[in-house]
């Protein structure tokens, strides 16, 4: 491995700018609520397509943190989180502005991701390169059983209906078995046009499902008269930083902020990048546990709620090591843990890439220069999150719903065919649009679908080829001790996401009751 | 309940079409070996599913009675008339060019919610956003990306 060679990609002034721009890019779309980091990739993917490989995936890199980054700044000025992970930053950081410490809160809130982030950094440069030995003794019945945990896992995230989760993850393996075999050359499910023997491509496919659908739910929305982004302007009207107020003052010292929160910090980005490599646990888990482990181990436990700092950097923190955690699993057996990495992973393919162990051994270098474009994106955070903050804020204000929903629209169904030309991807992207707007409408997540469409032709080769090997036995499966593992997790999974459901009925009745 | 229901049948009849459909695939029959072999299974799986589905919304239905919040006959206008545009953009894409089929397309989408916040609302916005819009997809996508974009049949692309 030459690290000079590394250090030298790394530190490309083109790379740098990309993973900066891709930041900016980011926690752009991030702040505007109602849009994600999933919203924010799927946006950029299409640009990266004539990019080669390293400056493709500094973008992208860059977006995935600077979206994760974003939403802490409507969250905190609009008290509109602009990701559901931010809601636990409110909690602490709404009544910090209320009493005139928006500039501490942000600053606070900013600092804490930055360094949440880079410390996540660190531990998946140390996980990944002792991974790698386990992960190569994996066979294709291990990694069968990875791919239906990593699909189970995903699916019991619908907490309202466990059956339409893993509804949903069926639909996507069955959307995956058209075009050609795996295992003969049969086309199946293409109905004779030549496009589909290579099956529904999974980049226009994913960017329907999360980029299109949510241009048609917005469009709805503002059509019969809702907030188009979810944003609710007069709540912007209790802050202290809406257009033409007096400049939020800075009366602390953000080092001094930082010094005192500093284990605070340090475990919430341990909890984050840990929850960030468990499929589906995600950035909204990651907020919520490490803020009470935040207030367990708070000398002032009573002070969380009322506006305490340990609050706010314990949730940012947190939620900001999640990206780097979530690259663990994505890179070292191509399983995304997330909509943002399934995303991620689609595009890493199109460049050439193709995650899984082989990769993690066979290119160290790619894994160190995507570790070294996750530092530089998480000191952007650090570095634009300060400068820029203000003005952000204000330019939440400025930009109207309705472009918005028109940006998404167009770029989304446009990025759709960028890559070949082909407008059959843009119909592709409008379909998938159509399917994902569908199936929110009618309370099946779209999640489990995308997830399933990415890992079902890997999951059916996997376990074909591993039959076929054993000559149609199913033993192998439930006798190697890696798979009994897995299954443990998987049915664990499953009761968890059984229990989740009926607590959540029972709350629910319970509270009509009350009513 | 037949409303929340539907969705459960269609998935129930999709994965009876899926096992069918996988039965007529050639070499069907060869077990692991055939393409038929994992549709299959997907097929059960999801007709499975299904019918857990559709016992829980049975059950709930005793419970839940009320229409999903917002979800007016305006609405639902609002969402047929972005879904029709966005499929006749493609074939739109085809014929006149993607920058006046991009032209058309936004600019409907830009009018009709100016329209819907503000019936007043000026014209002259909307045309002003749209050419904001088109310079910005000319920028990245023709100038910054070189990306192949539709020239129109009609115009002899």
Redesign the interface.
Known sequence: MNFLEIATQIADPVNVLLVLGGCLFGIVVGAIPGLSATMAIALLVPFTYNYDILPATALLLGIYCGGMYGGVISALLLRVPGVPANAATMLDGVPMVERGEADRALSIATLSSGIGGIISVVVLACAITSIAPLILQFSTEEYFVLTVFGIVVIATLSRDSLARGLISAVLGLALATVGLDPVVPVPRFTFGVPNMLTGFPVVPALIGLFCVAQGFSMFEKAFSGGPAAGVDRAASLATNDRPGAAPMARRHSRIGDIIALRWTILRSALIGTFLGIVPAAGPNVASFFSYSEARRWSRNPERFGKGAPEGVAATEAANNAVPAGALLPALSFGIPGDTVTAILLGAFMLQGYAPGPLFVRDNPEEIWTMMGFLMIANIGIIVLGLVLMHRLARLIYVVPPRLICAVICVFGIAGGFAYSGQVYEALIAVSFGLLGYAMEKTGYPVVPLSIALLLGPQMETYFRQSLIANSGSYAQFFTRPICNVLWLIVVASLWSGLRGMREAKSADAGAKKED | MITRAL??VA?IG?GGW?WL??GR???AD??????A???RI??I??VA??L??LL?TAMRSA?VGSP?P???L??????V???TL??L??PG??WIG?FPA?AV??GA??W???R??SPGAGIQRVVL?TTG?LF??WL??DA???????AGRLFGG
């Open positions: 969705p459960a998935f999709f899926l459909a996988s695939l050639p070499m060869m077990g692991p070996r055939g393409p072999f994992f549709p997907v097929a799986a999801l599913c299904a857990w589905d829980g419970v999903a917002g979800d007016t305006r609405s639902r206008l609002g969402a008339i972005v879904i966005s499929f953009y493609i894409m085809s993607y991009t397309y936004a989408i830009l009709m919610l100016a819907s916040a956003e819009l910005t997809a990245l996508f910054l990306l070189g990306a192949w974009l539709p």
